[in-house]
C-alpha cells in the first residue's frame, strides 16, 4: 500500500532555532501533500496544503513566515519552523495523496522547543 | 460549515466484545468519509473510506461502517475487539470545494480495551 515516510520522528532544540521536517511519498507520486498540527489529546488541525511545484495555501491564522513549506518534486516536502519557541512544541503530521486517492499519512514528527 | 462530530470521547470495552464509534458529518451533498487510526505518538492510517456505491464499507483489521444518509451517520464497527485494537479513532470528511481533499477529522474517540 502508499507510505508516507516523515522524518525526523523527534526532534529536541533550542528556542531559536529552524527545525526542518521532511515528507517523502516512498511509491506513489503525491500531488497535493498536507501538513498538520496535533496539540495533545486533540484532533489534527490542518496547517497547509501544497501541489507540487506551486505555493502553499495556509490555514486561517497559521503564519506563513513562521512555517516554510515546500513541495518542490512529486515525492517531497518539507515543513521548516523558523525561528522556532516553545509554543510551536506540538506534534506535526504530513499526509500525501496522488490523483484520486485517499490521504496517506505520515508517523508524525514530535518537536520540542527548550 | 461543515463539520464531523464522534459524540464520544472515550469509550472502553472488554476483549471480545462488540464494538461501535459514532461518527455523524453535516453536509447537503454525498459526502466522501473516512476514518482513520491513530496509535500513540504516531501517524494515522486509514481503516476504511466511502465516496459512493454500497453502503456498508468494509476495512483493514476487520473493521466496518455504515453510512446511513438519513442519520447523516458514519459509524464504525467491529464484532470482536482485540486488545490491540485500543487506539484513537478519527472519522473525517472530504471538506466541500475542496479539490484537493483537504479533510476536516472529528475530535476523535479514545479506544481502551480491558483483557
Same mark, same amino acid.
Given at each position: @500500500?502508499?507510505?508516507?515516510?516523515?522524518?525526523?520522528?523527534?526532534?529536541?532544540?533550542?528556542?531559536?532555532?529552524s527545525?526542518?521536517?521532511?515528507?517523502?511519498?516512498?511509491?506513489?507520486?503525491?500531488?497535493?501533500?498536507?501538513?498538520?498540527?496535533?496539540?495533545?489529546?486533540?484532533?489534527?488541525?490542518?496547517m497547509a496544503?501544497?501541489?507540487?511545484?506551486?505555493k502553499a495555501?495556509y490555514?486561517?491564522g497559521v503564519e506563513k513566515d513562521k512555517f516554510l513549506i515546500n513541495?518542490?518534486?512529486?515525492?517531497?516536502?518539507?515543513l521548516t519552523v523558523t525561528s522556532a519557541h516553545?509554543?510551536d512544541?506540538?506534534?506535526?503530521?504530513?499526509?500525501?495523496?496522488?490523483?484520486?486517492?485517499?490521504?496517506?499519512?505520515?508517523?508524525?514528527?514530535?518537536?520540542?522547543?527548550? | 460549515?461543515?463539520?464531523?462530530?464522534?459524540?464520544?470521547?472515550?469509550?472502553? &470495552? $472488554?476483549?471480545?466484545?462488540?464494538?461501535?464509534?459514532?461518527?455523524?458529518?453535516?453536509?447537503?451533498?454525498?459526502?466522501?468519509?473516512?476514518?482513520?487510526?491513530?496509535?500513540?505518538?504516531?501517524?494515522?492510517?486509514?481503516?476504511? +473510506?466511502?465516496? $459512493?456505491?454500497?453502503?456498508?464499507?468494509? @476495512?483493514?483489521?476487520?473493521?466496518?461502517?455504515?453510512? +446511513?444518509?438519513?442519520? $447523516? $451517520?458514519?459509524?464504525?464497527?467491529?464484532?470482536?475487539?482485540?486488545?490491540?485494537?485500543?487506539?484513537?479513532?478519527?472519522?473525517? &470528511?472530504?471538506?466541500?470545494?475542496?479539490?484537493?481533499?483537504?479533510?476536516?477529522?472529528?475530535?476523535?474517540? +479514545?479506544?481502551?480495551? +480491558?483483557?
Amino acid at each position: @500500500g502508499a507510505v508516507v515516510s516523515q522524518h525526523p520522528s523527534w526532534v529536541i532544540c533550542k528556542s531559536g532555532t529552524s527545525v526542518k521536517i521532511e515528507c517523502r511519498s516512498l511509491d506513489f507520486q503525491a500531488t497535493t501533500m498536507f501538513w498538520y498540527r496535533q496539540f495533545p489529546k486533540q484532533s489534527l488541525m490542518l496547517m497547509a496544503t501544497s501541489n507540487e511545484g506551486s505555493k502553499a495555501t495556509y490555514e486561517q491564522g497559521v503564519e506563513k513566515d513562521k512555517f516554510l513549506i515546500n513541495h518542490a518534486s512529486l515525492t517531497l516536502s518539507t515543513l521548516t519552523v523558523t525561528s522556532a519557541h516553545p509554543e510551536d512544541s506540538s506534534f506535526y503530521i504530513c499526509s500525501a495523496r496522488g490523483p484520486y486517492q485517499p490521504q496517506h499519512f505520515g508517523d508524525g514528527t514530535r518537536l520540542s522547543i527548550l | 460549515a461543515q463539520s464531523v462530530t464522534q459524540p464520544d470521547i472515550h469509550i472502553t &470495552v $472488554s476483549e471480545g466484545a462488540s464494538l461501535e464509534l459514532r461518527c455523524n458529518y453535516s453536509y447537503g451533498a454525498t459526502p466522501y468519509l473516512f476514518w482513520y487510526v491513530q496509535s500513540p505518538g504516531q501517524g494515522l492510517q486509514l481503516l476504511l +473510506k466511502y465516496f $459512493s456505491g454500497d453502503t456498508l464499507v468494509q @476495512g483493514i483489521k476487520g473493521f466496518e461502517a455504515e453510512f +446511513k444518509r438519513s442519520q $447523516s $451517520s458514519f459509524n464504525l464497527r467491529k464484532p470482536s475487539v482485540h486488545w490491540s485494537d485500543a487506539a484513537e479513532y478519527f472519522c473525517a &470528511v472530504v471538506r466541500y470545494g475542496g479539490s484537493q481533499g483537504n479533510l476536516i477529522f472529528g475530535k476523535g474517540t +479514545k479506544l481502551s480495551v +480491558k483483557p
